[in-house]
């Protein structure tokens, strides 16, 4: 009589599934837009979803010298390019003929993910820890370093956008959804 003990389980299983499965799982709870907000924090190419806030890279260099330098090297020229990048430089070295050399200044495609980037993820030990108005002064310093922008051009949600970044059309455009 072994055998039966299992049956019997397995047939009181049978009739309660269907009043379970009518049931919800009634996991988590609705989340409120104001503790979703600190996370959802990515700027769109255009700049959609930039704060407030301005700087230049006069007032990022500052910022820079205490807060990047240590790991990305004087004024973002790492000498041996180890585990942090260099973020400036390498501009016309994305040729065939030529070995690349990836940075911010010669590389990515547009201003605006710098914000995005920093913001996240930079100081690297310490990440989201920089203020808006930081995060746009050591923005301007590194395409200031770059030579796309001037020392006092102030960068903000409305300048950041426009700053047109040398390798913008280094991209093959690749359409997620072709319409
Ligand atoms: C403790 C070391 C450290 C510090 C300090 C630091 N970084 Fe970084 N940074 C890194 C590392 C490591 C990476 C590469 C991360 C990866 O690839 O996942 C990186 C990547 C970056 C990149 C992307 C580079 C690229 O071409 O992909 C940027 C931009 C950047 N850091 C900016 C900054 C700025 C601005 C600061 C100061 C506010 C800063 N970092 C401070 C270690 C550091």
């Known amino acids: 009589m072994f055998t039966l003990k299992p049956i019997a389980v397995c047939v009181s299983m049978l009739t309660i599934a269907p009043a379970a499965l009518a049931q919800a799982p009634q996991l988590g709870q609705p989340i409120a837009p104001a503790d979703i907000a600190p996370w959802d924090i990515s700027i769109g190419p255009d ?32 000498p041996n390019v180890a585990l942090a990048g260099a973020l400036v430089g390498g501009m016309g070295t994305l040729a065939p003929d030529k070995t690349p050399i990836k940075t911010v200044g010669s590389f990515w495609p547009y201003a605006t993910t710098l914000f995005d980037y920093v913001r996240r993820a930079m100081p690297f030990q310490e990440s989201k820890s920089l203020t808006a108005d930081e995060v746009y002064a050591v923005s301007a310093y590194i395409l200031n370093l770059n030579g796309i922008i001037g020392p006092n051009d102030v960068i903000d949600a409305h300048s950041l956008p426009k700053v047109r970044m040398p390798n913008r059309d280094g991209f093959i455009p690749f359409p997620r959804n072709p319409k």
């Open 47 to 78: 700049g959609a979803g930039l704060p407030p806030g301005q700087g230049t890279a006069i007032e990022g260099e500052a910022i820079y010298v205490a807060k990047c330098q240590a790991c990305h090297g004087e004024k973002g020229v790492r």
